[in-house]
């Protein structure tokens, strides 16, 4: 079935770990994003990419980075990880060649302690 | 930098009540404007809207884009505790520099 797909479903972290959120999707699409949804602060992008090799900031980037090595995957590294990074994750893909919307992995819980 | 506002931020209404859901945007490049509906997991497509002044239906949802403006509106008729959910919507780029940016939601909560 073609979709997205994110893992780890959930997790918990210890402070100062390296963590790397998975992002897969079977669309061809070429558009990824990133996004962390927090209570009360809706989805905040924290970095998308338009095509394989290319990635830019969103409003909440520091603490995270971003590789897009080619068009099916788009992992996030969380290179030391504090509590404040605490959330939901979605990762997202859309076509803006074909005009589509975009569609979301089903998220991953992710608690530093 | 792309700013998205929504109010009410919060709604509770009646069930067979009429509401309507705001959605301002501040997007550079603006292309489209999507609405979503998000209950317990991943958010889930309802709209997208390109031009200006065509409404867009789905059942008892429509929608329509003022690009003059710059704003948006979701309704929902005769509304049923299946509506309960939160509402987002996001102002996307154009094709070369797509960036999708949402505002904070509506939480909408429909009483039996």
């Known amino acids: 079935i073609a979709g997205i797909t994110q893992a780890p479903t959930s997790q918990i972290l210890a402070a100062g770990r390296r963590m790397t959120l998975r992002c897969t999707q079977d669309?061809?699409?070429?558009?990824m994003y990133w996004y962390r949804q927090d209570l009360g602060l809706g989805l905040r992008l924290i970095h998308y990419?338009?095509?394989?090799?290319?990635?830019g900031k969103g409003e909440v980037p520091d603490g995270y980075s971003v590789s897009r090595a080619n068009t099916d995957d788009f992992p996030l590294t969380l290179a030391s990880a504090v509590p404040s990074q605490t959330s939901v994750y979605f990762c997202?893909?859309?076509?803006?060649?074909?005009?589509?919307?975009?569609?979301f992995g089903q998220g991953t819980r992710l608690t530093v302690v | 930098e792309d700013k998205v506002v929504q109010s009410p931020l919060s709604l509770v209404v009646h069930e067979g009540d009429t509401v309507t859901l705001n959605c301002s945007y501040e997007?550079?490049?603006?292309?489209?404007l999507l609405w979503y509906k998000q209950e317990k997991k991943a958010p889930t497509f309802l709209f997208m809207l390109?031009?200006?002044?065509i409404e867009k239906k789905s059942g008892r949802l429509s929608s329509i884009l003022d690009k003059k403006e710059l704003f948006s509106i979701l309704n929902i008729t005769a509304t049923q505790t299946g509506d309960s959910a939160v509402y987002l919507c996001?102002?996307?780029?154009?094709?070369?520099?797509?960036?999708?940016?949402f505002g904070t939601g509506t939480r909408l909560t429909i009483i039996p």
């Open positions: 997202a893909s859309s076509d803006s060649r074909y005009g589509t919307e975009a569609f």
């Open positions: 669309m061809r699409h070429n558009a």
């Open positions: 990419s338009n095509t394989a090799g290319t990635t």
């Open positions: 997007v550079t490049n603006f292309r489209s």
């Open positions: 390109t031009s200006s002044g």
């Open positions: 996001a102002g996307l780029r154009f094709f070369g520099n797509e960036k999708l940016t």
